[in-house]
């Protein structure tokens, strides 16, 4: 009778009680060093030795970076923010309705109440699903060092599949949407089960000046490019119109154009041409309600 004997890898283990002690351990720990927030990826990645850890960093206990806070200018939503606050969250504020409906659709209910935002980010996969919506809010995150930190738009934080721009020992501490003008966003996703990541998903949002005409146009993708992908050339087909100007015709016009700037790959999991084709109906679907929404008046 033959027995099999599996190597269990061993690691540092620190709880640190506040932030300043949770970004000097992480500076201690330098490349070695993962905070481990709900571990949700990270231990998956870590037992199946794709992300090794030499030091974790429990930063559950940290309170400061929990809850979602919304006063007259900004919503602020903290690192340690799980997927299952996110889900319930639609009625405090119009623009965490898509944010939380993409939330329930994530994993499984027992996982979301152990997954956190920051974690679905900084875990770059090109599929991350609260990556584009909070892109076309204008996202930005907060960061910790032990040297102070530093503030940058979300879209800027992916540099690959997996990889960000965070320095070793760097936390991301809470994500901010900047709240200003008659502005609403929807979204589109497909995936291949209810609870798999998405095969493709598009987000969108609209913001109109006080004359009627749309001052901001954001659209954003996930898993038709190594990152989250911006679609710049949709937008700039929507500036400056009004909301009657935005017919069907050009909202498929812009969706086509957005669709170009997809870089979707062939995988185990569908096609590229799926992909692309896909995208560009997400994405004016997902327009055309958010133009019905800002004709009932958007958020105000």
């Not at 190594?226 to 710049?232: E, F, V």
Request: glycine fraction near 8%; include cysteine.
């Amino acid at each position: 009778m033959s027995t099999t004997t599996t190597e269990i890898a061993r690691f540092t283990y620190v709880r640190p009680t506040d932030l300043a002690a949770a970004v000097a351990a992480g500076a201690a720990a330098g490349p070695g060093g993962r905070y481990w927030a709900g571990g949700t990826d990270l231990m998956l990645e870590w037992q199946r030795k794709q992300r090794p850890i030499e030091t974790s960093i429990d930063i559950t206990g940290l309170t400061e970076l929990r809850g979602i806070l919304i006063d007259p200018s900004e919503i602020r939503i903290g690192a340690l923010t799980t997927l299952a606050e996110i889900e319930r969250s639609a009625a405090l504020h119009p623009d965490l309705e898509s944010l939380a409906a993409i939330a329930a659709v994530m994993c499984t209910p027992q996982t979301r109440t152990l997954a956190t935002v920051a974690g679905n980010l900084c875990n770059a996969s090109p599929a991350a699903d609260l990556a584009p919506p909070l892109i076309v809010l204008g996202a930005r995150i907060a960061t910790a060092t032990s040297d102070g930190g530093r503030e940058l738009e979300l879209e800027d934080l992916f540099t690959a599949p997996k990889q960000t721009v965070l320095t070793d020992g760097e936390l991301l501490t809470h994500i901010t949407i900047p709240l200003s003008g008659q502005r609403a966003a929807s979204y589109g996703r497909i995936a291949r089960t209810v609870v798999d990541i998405a095969l493709t998903l598009s987000a969108c949002s609209l913001t109109l000046d006080q004359q009627g005409t749309v001052s901001a146009a954001r659209i954003a993708f996930g898993s038709v490019a190594p990152t989250p992908l911006r679609a710049l050339s949709g937008e700039q087909l929507l500036l400056g119109k009004t909301l009657a100007e935005l017919t069907p015709a050009l909202l498929a016009e812009a969706a086509a154009a957005a669709a170009g700037d997809a870089n979707p790959i062939d995988d185990i999991r569908t096609s590229a041409a799926y992909r692309r084709h896909t995208v560009r109906v997400l994405t004016q679907r997902a327009l055309a309600k958010t133009v019905a929404r800002l004709s009932r008046g958007g958020d105000q």
